[in-house]
Structure formats: C-alpha cells, structure tokens
C-alpha cells in the first residue's frame, strides 16, 4: 500500500487564531486504503487539522494535494465532492429528525428519502451495523447515533474517511465492531484518517501515525512497532506518573443508595430504574456507562438538583432524598457536574463569585446575609494555589480559563470544602494529561483522608486507575459494585451493556 | 334557541376572513421558528404591512398592488430584524419587542393623511358555479383571493417543510445549528431567508386587515392580531396545518364573539377575547411537561444566537 502513490499529500499546513498556533507547519501523507492515526493529546491541534482537510477551516499557509491536484475545499461540501467524509467527535446530528432525514443532510445528492431508506438498510447490513431510517435520531443510543453518521459517510463512497475520536462513545464490544468495519472499508479501498489519544486501539488498528504536539508533527512512525509508553512520551512529550493509592481501610457507609426509580426531566433522557449501592468513607466507587444511560440524571438526584423520596438517598444516616443542594452541603456532600460552563460555574462571573455559589456554606462566606468578599476571594485564592489553575487571579471570569484549567477549578472548589462525599461527573473530560493527573489525584487524596469519592466517567482507563470498587450504568440501571481489582475490559463491556442491539446483553453482574 | 339568529354558512364565511390576518402571519412566523429564531415583532410587521398596502393600493388605485406593498414592506422591517439578530448578533427577544414598537410608530406617522379613506375595493374571487353551491358555495367559495392564497401557502409551507430538501435544511437548521455548520449549511443565510419570509406573510395579513377586512386604516388597527399569530404558532406545536385549525378556531372565537353580542348573549367578551392566549397558555404547559410528543416538534435551536466558531 505504502508504494502506491499518496491519496493525500499535506504540506506546511499552518493555522493561527488569536493567541494561540493550531497547527504550525504540518506535512504527512496518506496513501489510499491506509488507516492513518493522528494522535495527540487535547489540544494539540488534531481538529484543526482534519477541520482544515474537510473544508470548515481555511489554512494561513501550506497546501494540500488529492491525487496529486490541488485540493482547496472553500466549504465541506467541496471536500465531500472530492470523495472526503467526516464522522464528527461531537456528533453532526438532528435529535428531532429521523434517521433517513439526517442521512440527507450529509450527502451532496440524496436520492428521494423512500429510497435513501433502502440503501441505508442495504449499507448497514453490508457493514453489519444495524439500522432503522425511521426511528428519530434523539432515541437512539450513542453507539447507534455513530452508525447513523458512518453510513452517512459510507453512502457517498468516500475515498477518505475522517474519524474524530470515534471511540469516546462506545462499549469495548461496539469498539470491536466498528474496528472490523474499518478494516473492511480499508480492504476495499478506502483510507481512514482516525483521531484519538487512545493508544493502544491506534496501535491495533493503525498501520502509519502521526503524532501532534502543541501544533506541531513531533513524529510520522507505525505505531505497531513502538510501544505505547514510546508513543504516549512522543506525545506528552514528559513522563507521567500514574497516581498513588495507598492501600487504606474503609470506614462506615457515608451514602446509601436504596430502590431509587426516577423519571427523567427531560425528553431525551434516560430514567433512572431501581439503583441501589452504599458508599464507604475512604471508598472510591467508579461508575462506568456510555453517554446517555443516565448519568446526568445520576448526578443531580445525588447533589440534589432533582428530588426524590426521602429515604431512597442517606446520607451520613440521614435521609436527604428531599433536601436541596445547599442542604446537602452543609451535610458535606458536594458534586461536580459534567458540564464545566453552564451548569459547574456561571460562565460570565469571576472565579471569586463561582467560588461563592458553592462554597458559601459549608465555608462560611456570607456574614449577616451579606457576602463576605475577602473570605471569598481567599477561598478563591487557596483553590487556584492548591490546585494550579493557571489563571492571572480570581477576578478573571470562568469563561476564559481553558477547559482544564477550569475544571482545576470546578472540582477544586469542592475538595477544598473537606466534603464528606463528592460526586463527579467527567471529571478529566477535555482535560490534558498532567490537569488530569492532578485531578485524579486530589480524589484519591480525598479518599484516603476518609471521605467518600463517586467518579462517573466514560474513561474505562480514569476508572480502572482511581476506583476501588467498580459499577456500570446502562440504560438506567446499575449494576452491582464490584470489587475493581482484578476486572477485566471484558468484563466491564459487559457491565456496560455489551455492544448494544448487536445481541442480548449478557447478564454478569450478580 | 338563543343562537337562532346566527346563520352558520354566514359564520363559516366571517369566520374565513376572520381567520385569515392571523392565518398569514402565524404561517410566516412558524417558518422563522422552525429555522430556530424567534421573532416577536409580528405585531409590528403586521400593522406596517397594513399602512404600506393601504397607502400603495390608494395611490395606485389597485389592490392587488397593495398587498405586494405590504409584503415588500414587512419584509424590509425583517430584514432589518435579520440584520440585528443575525449579523448584529442582537438579543433576538429584545430586538423583535423593538421591531413592535417601531412598527407601531411609523405606520402611525406614516398613515396620518390616509385615515377616514376607503380603500379601492378588492374584486370577490369568481369561482362560477362553485359558489352558487347552497351553504357551501355561500360558506367556502364566496371570498376573496387572499383567502384562498393564505390556504395555498399553508399547504405550500408544509410541502416544503415535509418533503423538500431546502425545507429539510432549513428544520436541520431550526433543530441544531452547530451540527448544520458543521455539515456545511449557511446558518445565517437560511434563517435570513426566513425570517424575511416571516415579514412578508405578516405585512399581508396587516393588508388584509386594511384593504378588505376593515376596510379602512386607522391607528394600531391590529391590536393584538400580531401576538394572537405568535401564540398560535405554539398553539400549533409548529405544524402548518394546526395552525390553519386553530387560526380558523380563533377567527371563529372572534366571530362568535360579535354574533354572542348581537344575539344578546350576556357572556362578558372579555372571556372570549382572552381564550386564545389561555389555551396558548395550557397548550405550553402540556408542551413543557415533557412527557407530550408535541415538544418533540418544537426546534431545538430556538432563540438561541449562533456564534460559528472554528
């Protein structure tokens, strides 16, 4: 493959915005029927880089060739004339649209939708990826949402296929599946320039890799012949040191968890149905699950941003399954949502102010009903020194900081107040390799000094890395914890679901 | 029976031209909406189309005239919503209110020399033996153009909504804007177009009101017909042939209303002239409980400002 002529030759591609080099001066090939990994970490430049490819973004300078012609996409659509399909990492779709009406929306010509229908089922057979055109895109689950964008792509024969992080959303067993439908598409032809950060699926899948730092190619090299800590340095481009959990003893149950059904409150949601577990001080409890089966709804019922019956959520012995938010803070229990702007902080308040939404009770920031502004700006202060959020100081809004200095923040914020039980959500997501280490790290500190941790995460890695015991959410459900050592990914896929709506789900978590 | 006098081939007719301001608006409207804006200056698109028709079909001494006028003109006060809200990135709920008021104003300034004038008359549509038909030629087949082409739009509207590829991208638009963006669809032209379209529907009902159901101009003749459109648009759950039930359903309060009062039923109009907000009210509390498919149909992208980004 490799002596045939490039498919895609990129030279010198170089990308400024304001403050900041995407890409600076970036060249590799792509030869047809290659699977090409660009790997790197958050932040290094790799959607940039493909945007560019795809058309949404102009280069400053550098050019590229298809086939040997210039190839200058002004928008997708020119690139999708030229045989170049995406699969986007935040998904390109409609929830209020069905399947065979998104499909339309990425194709240049779409035949008549009664017949686009037909092919759709026709491709995802051929490919062994199930589909119905009929059912509306926003009931379906994260591994079906991706099939809906890949046959969208396989319909227009493309001859470049661009996978954005396409695992971030799948179960082991569903990652399984989609790698087969890569390998086949790649036998028959077509190239696949396949993003991620996720090591050792590069280097089962990938047979050339490109290596992104801070926008610039570190390294062109085949992954299957280096080892993932030569790939993963390339690149960090620093050693990392995987995060101490010194063996401890637990101690009581902090938060128990009995029978709690919940109904979502929201269209596209996912109810919570009979979740029960019981958390220990010191214990670390890790909740795996795809996107979509119910983590939100997990998160709020815990920090209580929705209620439920009394005595279905005990915290500390006490049941708060009524009590607000703030209630439960001052009982020590505090909680990190997944979404950092919006829903964690406010975006357009100093950190000072967001440091006061939540901690004002539990550190005592208002005095006589007035805000105390230098105890907060103090609190402020101690979360941005502990935790090193690179910030010029607390007055700056939490909309400027980076995704992983905010989330330095977010989840400092809460640990700093001593909690007897914190709950995250995502608490790495979008976050580079040393804030997350340090993120993970400050939990398992909390840990060892007694409190209860809940860490729901999509990362099976984050998880496997932090949790003590380890259980998964699909569709609503919990499985039982279970003891995290010695679990295989096998294993966990399962908890998780398996490969939805490939086969039944088997039941091993008893 | 207490409703004796009222004759029904008569109500259906009133009720018809009632219905049909509101009708054009609102079918105008619920296309800007499904493109994802909001725009709430329908009342004020409304009343200049209804000076600028008057004025057009007065100099000019045709009707028909008029009512292009009117669309040109509450499609130049869109615009100037487009430019606001689309390139200016102005506060869409704010911006429309404005486009309220300003149109409130000018077509009071502008309608100052055309009040106590009758407008030439708009020519009854002929449609031969149809309307010779007893109770439904006299109900369905006696009325104007207008009435017929505000139909034709609405089933033009829900055509190109359901089946064309344009309306498909413009409802992708409406749904989520950053995944259109990312597919390569121009955001802002699609909800521009649209909410163009929006004024010109609006202007023709605010003419319809002035040239033939009125037929006069006087100072702030619509009120309320504008928001009556924009409730009937939720009301509508964003369907275009809902829309044409309950603009007819509200025409028809209206009607009713007038013939309550003739007939000398003591019913406080008050009830009935507020029955169209509450059901609107009712209608989006059923929407926001969640559990209704209806607010499965509402566009996900509405009233929130797009920012392309990378």
């Known amino acids: ?510 | 029976m207490i409703l004796g006098s009222i004759q029904p081939a008569v109500l259906i007719a009133a009720l018809m031209v009632a219905a049909t301001p509101i009708l054009l608006a609102a079918i105008g409207e619920l296309v800007v909406e499904k493109a994802g804006v909001l725009n709430l200056g329908v009342e004020g698109m409304m009343i200049l189309g209804a000076v600028a028709g008057f004025i057009v079909a007065v100099q000019t001494g045709n009707a028909t005239l008029g009512f292009i006028g009117a669309a040109v003109a509450g499609g130049l006060l869109a615009l100037l919503f487009a430019l606001l809200t689309q390139v200016l990135m102005a506060n869409q709920v704010a911006s429309g209110l404005a486009l309220t008021l300003f149109g409130l104003g000018l077509s009071a300034l502008l309608g100052q020399s055309y009040v106590g004038i009758s407008p030439p008359r708009t020519p009854k549509l002929d449609l031969g033996p149809l309307s010779d038909i007893p109770f439904v030629g006299r109900a369905f087949f006696s009325h104007d153009a207008l009435v017929y082409v505000a139909i034709a739009i609405v089933i033009g509207v829900w055509w190109f909504l359901k089946y064309s590829r344009a309306g498909l991208i413009l409802r992708a638009v409406g749904e989520n804007h950053d995944a259109a963006h990312g597919l390569g669809y121009h955001v802002k032209r699609v909800r521009a177009l649209a909410i163009v379209f929006g004024g010109a529907c609006a202007g023709l009902g605010g003419a319809y009101l002035s040239l033939i159901r009125v037929p006069q101009w006087t100072e702030g003749m619509t009120a309320g017909a504008g928001w009556i459109a924009l409730a009937l648009v939720v009301f509508a759950s964003w369907r275009p042939f809902r829309a044409l039930a309950g603009a007819y359903l509200f025409g028809g309060i209206v009607v009713l209303q007038l013939n309550l009062q003739a007939a000398g039923v003591k019913i406080p109009v008050e009830y009935l002239s507020m029955s169209p907000y509450l059901i609107t009210i009712i209608v989006l509390v059923f929407i926001s409980s969640g559990k209704a498919r209806g607010s499965l149909n509402a566009p996900g992208s509405l009233n929130r400002p797009f920012h392309a980004s990378g």
Request: proline share 6%.
């Open chain 1, 1 to 510: 493959m490799t002596a045939s002529a490039p498919l895609l030759q990129l030279s010198g591609l170089t990308k400024a915005y304001p403050g900041v080099v995407a890409n600076d001066d970036v060249s590799f090939n792509i030869g047809p029927g290659q699977i090409h990994a660009l790997l790197g970490e958050n932040g290094a430049g790799k959607s940039t880089l493909v945007k560019m490819v795809y058309g949404l973004v102009k280069p400053d300078a550098g050019e590229m060739r298809l086939r040997g012609q210039a190839f200058a996409p002004g928008q997708p659509s020119d690139a999708r004339k030229s045989g170049i399909a995406m699969v986007f990492q935040h998904f390109s779709l409609f929830d209020a649209l069905d399947v065979a009406e998104n499909v339309a929306l990425g194709m240049e010509n779409p035949p008549p939708l009664r017949d686009l229908a037909k092919r759709i089922r026709d491709v995802s057979e051929a490919y062994g990826l199930p589909l119905d055109p009929t059912r509306l895109v926003g009931e379906l689950s994260a591994g079906e949402r991706q099939r809906v964008e890949i046959i969208r792509c396989l319909l227009q024969d493309p001859k470049l296929l661009i996978m954005d992080e396409p695992t971030s959303v799948l179960t082991p067993q569903e990652v399984d599946i989609l790698f087969r439908t890569l390998r086949k598409l790649s036998d028959e032809g077509t190239a696949i320039l396949y993003i991620s950060h996720k090591l050792d699926e590069i280097r089962a899948l990938c047979s050339e890799a490109t290596i992104l730092r801070g926008g610039k190619k570190v390294a062109t090299c085949d992954p299957r012949e280096k080892s993932a800590r030569d790939l993963a340095e390339l690149m960090v481009g620093q050693l990392l040191t995987p995060p101490e959990r010194p063996a401890r003893p637990f101690g009581d149950v902090v938060l128990q968890v009995d029978g709690l059904s919940l109904a979502s409150n929201n269209p596209f949601g996912t109810s919570l149905k009979d979740i029960n577990f019981a958390l220990r001080a010191g214990e670390v409890l890790g909740i795996a699950g795809v996107a979509g089966n119910g983590q939100d709804e997990l998160l709020l019922v815990l920090s209580g941003e929705l209620a439920s019956p009394s005595d279905r959520v005990c915290l500390l012995g006490k049941p708060v399954g009524q009590l607000g938010p703030n209630g439960r803070r001052e009982l020590g229990l505090v909680a990190a949502p997944e979404e950092r702007l919006g829903h964690a902080a406010a975006p357009d308040m100093s950190l000072t102010e967001n440091a006061y939404l939540s901690g004002a009770h539990r550190k005592g920031l208002a005095k006589n009903g007035f805000i105390d502004w230098d105890k907060t700006r103090g609190f402020a202060e101690s979360v941005i020194a502990r935790f090193d959020v690179r910030t010029p100081g607390p007055h700056v809004v939490a909309r400027a900081l980076s995704g992983g200095n905010l989330q330095k923040f977010v989840i400092g914020r809460e640990i700093e107040q001593n909690p007897a039980v914190i709950i995250v959500n995502q608490p790495t997501w979008g976050v580079d390799a040393s804030a997350a280490a340090t993120i993970r790290q400050a939990l398992l500190d909390l840990a060892s000094q007694g409190a209860g941790v809940v860490v729901i995460s999509q990362d099976l890695d984050e998880l496997l890395e932090v949790a003590d015991s380890f259980a998964a959410l699909n569709e609503g459900r919990l499985t039982t914890p279970r003891p995290a050592k010695g679990l295989t990914v096998d294993e966990i896929g399962l908890m998780m679901g398996g490969a939805h709506g490939m086969h039944v789900a088997e039941e091993v978590a008893q």
